[in-house]
């Protein structure tokens, strides 16, 4: 049986360049120019320290002090066919679904980014941001144009490149990708978790009160006041198995390639 190494690669009977699928996956990978290595970033799952560290690497950056480069930059280490197809490491970081969307939600509804509006675009402008809790944003994502409207709440399985990667990392278990990716190709990770604000570490997690039907605009004031709801928090049971069921792909690709026990909900 002949070996098929990229997942989309055949999945329309057409142009490998009119192949929407198979090039999505192919801009969310980089390349690493030193280590004949590639990454495929999904974004929310640590990306800017990873794409951050593929610059510096590459000979493109020199510290961590110019992360707002990448934002600019997700296609210059786009890798070429004969790059993907000769790589001799290739490595991916997935995250618990769960923690992916409340992260989302807490940093691009909450402080409403670009995102957000693009989101209420796709809406009709039918709904007003401020108003907008999480689990109205869950609900939406049952229309399949909503779910798949924006890379940070695609489906994870959606981005993958290849049909085997040579490592399969958690963000929930973040040092050991850092160790290993140091073991494996001599990559040095810089965290730029901190630099980017992106995260909820710097706030005070509120953890004994549902948020799950909190307006977006009274976690903007928390968020203020250097609180902010934790990731538990903004479930309840029905978002749970919702979750579950929207995102099904993702919860069996974490289960089979990172540690269940890792997941928000067992």
């Not at 001799?88 to 970081?93: L, Q």
Request: proline content about 3%; hydrophobic content about 35%; glycine content about 2%.
């Amino acid at each position: 049986m002949v070996f098929m190494m990229f997942n989309f690669s055949s999945l329309v009977n057409a142009p490998i360049a009119n192949n929407a699928q198979f090039q999505f996956s192919v801009r969310h990978s980089m390349a690493l120019y030193n280590h004949n290595s590639i990454y495929t970033f999904i974004p929310k799952n640590g990306c800017s320290s990873l794409r951050l560290s593929v610059a510096i690497a590459n000979g493109f950056l020199q510290s961590k002090e110019q992360v707002h480069w990448i934002h600019q930059n997700n296609q210059t280490f786009k890798p070429s066919q004969a790059e993907m197809v000769n790589a001799s490491y290739k490595f991916i970081i997935l995250r618990c679904p769960y923690r992916r969307l409340a992260s989302v939600y807490l940093d691009k509804f909450v402080s409403k980014e670009v995102n957000a509006w693009h989101y209420r675009d796709a809406l009709n402008r039918e709904c007003n941001l401020d108003d907008l809790s999480f689990s109205d944003f869950v609900h939406s994502l049952k229309r399949p144009a909503i779910k798949q409207l924006d890379p940070h709440w695609k489906p994870q399985s959606h981005f993958l490149l290849y049909k085997e990667y040579d490592d399969y990392f958690s963000l929930e278990n973040f040092s050991y990708a850092v160790k290993q990716l140091k073991d494996n190709v001599g990559l040095d990770v810089i965290d730029a978790r901190s630099l980017t604000g992106h995260g909820t570490d710097k706030y005070v997690s509120i953890n004994n009160e549902s948020f799950s039907d909190t307006a977006a605009f009274d976690i903007a004031l928390l968020k203020r006041k250097g609180k902010c709801p934790s990731y538990e928090s903004l479930y309840n049971p029905e978002l749970v198995d919702l979750v579950k069921k929207l995102y099904s792909e993702d919860f069996t690709l974490y289960k089979s390639r990172c540690d269940e026990t890792d997941l928000l909900f067992q």
